[in-house]
């Protein structure tokens, strides 16, 4: 059984920075592609980012250079680091096994606010 387990979420003025963390469990983690995505109340679940097994990443033009995904397949943990963050940031933020196996995470919310 697959499981994912975010931390690291919380409550951030505009221009602060948070750290998303992700232990993945059950899963060949370093064969697999993983990513972040957000989610607000009445829309769909986007990417923000994602990194290949090999840890190539990529963004959403969103956060292109405020947001670092990175992954250690040593430890089978996976890492946002989220900089300059805005209020459009807001959301639950999943951690998501991507392929070839997928799966979700619980979510962590993530709200940006004076």
């Known amino acids: 059984q697959v499981q994912l387990v975010e931390s690291g979420g919380g409550l951030v003025q505009p221009g602060g920075s948070l750290r998303l963390s992700c232990a993945a469990s059950g899963i060949t983690f370093n064969t697999n592609a993983m990513g972040w995505f957000r989610q607000v109340p009445g829309e769909e679940r986007l990417l923000v980012a994602g990194?290949?097994?090999?840890?190539?990443?990529n963004y959403a033009a969103s956060v292109e250079g405020r947001f670092t995904i990175s992954r250690d397949n040593t430890k089978n943990m996976v890492w946002l680091q989220m900089n300059s963050l805005k209020p459009e940031d807001t959301g639950v933020y999943y951690c998501?096994?991507?392929?070839?196996?997928?799966?979700w995470g619980q979510g962590i919310q993530v709200t940006v606010s004076s």
């Open positions: 998501v096994a991507v392929a070839p196996i997928r799966a």
């Open positions: 990194i290949t097994s090999g840890g190539n990443p």
